[in-house]
């Protein structure tokens, strides 16, 4: 029989990770919320690692500001390549007709 995967949402997993700084025994406190213990670690060091922005849903990354700038970046070097790709065809072309 396939396990069903559980799907928290953003809200449950803010006060999760709050309470879990707020409390001593962090086994205890998953077991009250229903989750892993392991989860709610790896939850918190997200938060860690991303700060408020971290559990956006829906697939979105989690990226810091440098990362974001960095993605932007890349996703522009990659169009202007592709611009002077066909640009250089193009040359290519129109040298050959020309004779």
Known sequence: MKEVRKIYDKAFKDKAVQ???DRKNVSELAREL???APQLYKW????EEFGEGIFPGKGNLKLTPEQEKIYELE?????AELERDIL???IGIFSKSGR
């Open 75 to 79: 996703k522009r070097l990659k169009d």
């Open 19 to 21: 309470l879990s700084y």
């Open 34 to 36: 229903g989750v892993t």
């Open 44 to 47: 918190r060091k997200e938060f």
């Open 88 to 90: 250089k065809k193009a």
